[in-house]
């Protein structure tokens, strides 16, 4: 157990759908990673928060927006899906924000099936 | 940009046999490199990690040397288990927030 969860872990819904999944990172870490898994694309970086803060952006489309709140949890909003956004959506939590010591943990994931 | 090209898979090896998984990298200066397991139906676990070149990480029996002249992490295991079939992720971080760049996975099964 990495001490990351995250809910729900699956999840059913259909095109043009608004899905909402939720990330609560190890005590202590500051930082939240969202990454997502799919066939055709494997293992991809979405975003990153620190703090509260978004720190840095990568493959995530307008569609998909992100927070951390205050008690350091984080949502992944995902809107107008699309079948392409099936996937398995990780949250990964650090320390800190840019160290090259720093380790992700991950959580345990959520299937998204979008029909 | 940053990429990380893995060894294709899967590999299916018998109890007790050597394991060596490819891995190598591209990316300007020196990231740290890491390698990640994935069981079946969990996230991923962090197995090992160098930060310098020629760092060897190591754990439960896996070993990777960072390579700066070769730009490689390879995966090595002197006598694999049914225990470590998995799927293992070489990986890359860099960047002003350390974000993690995955290589494709590489699907072990060990069978006894």
């Known amino acids: 157990d990495s001490g990351v969860t995250q809910t729900p872990k699956h999840l059913i819904t259909a095109t043009g759908q608004r899905v909402t999944l939720r990330c609560s990172p190890r005590?202590?870490?500051?930082?939240v990673y969202w990454y997502q898994q799919s066939l055709d694309q494997g293992l991809q970086f979405l975003i990153q928060y620190y703090n509260g803060e978004e720190r840095a952006k990568g493959n995530i489309l307008e569609r998909f927006s992100a927070q951390q709140f205050p008690d350091l949890h984080s949502e992944l909003n995902l809107s107008s899906l699309e079948l392409g956004d099936s996937a398995l959506y990780f949250c990964?939590?650090?320390?800190?924000?840019?160290?090259?010591?720093?380790?992700?943990?991950f959580g345990p994931g959520t299937r998204l099936t979008v029909l | 940009g940053n990429s990380v090209t893995q060894m294709e898979g899967p590999v299916t090896l018998s109890e007790e046999a050597f394991l060596t998984i490819n891995c190598t990298y591209t990316?300007?200066?020196?990231?740290?490199l890491f390698w990640y397991v994935q069981y079946p139906g969990e996230g991923l676990q962090l197995l090992l990690k160098?930060?310098?070149?020629?760092d060897k990480g190591s754990n439960k029996g896996f070993e990777a040397t960072y390579r700066k002249e070769t730009t490689s992490f390879h995966l090595e295991k002197g006598s694999v288990q049914v225990s470590d079939s998995a799927v293992y992720f070489c990986?890359?971080?860099?960047?002003?927030?350390?974000?993690?760049?995955f290589g494709s996975g590489t699907q072990l099964t060990v069978l006894p």
């Open positions: 005590s202590g870490d500051l930082s």
């Open positions: 990316a300007t200066g020196y990231p740290s």
């Open positions: 160098a930060t310098k070149a020629d």
């Open positions: 990964a939590s650090s320390v800190g924000a840019a160290s090259r010591h720093n380790e992700q943990f």
């Open positions: 990986a890359l971080s860099k960047g002003s927030a350390r974000q993690l760049t």
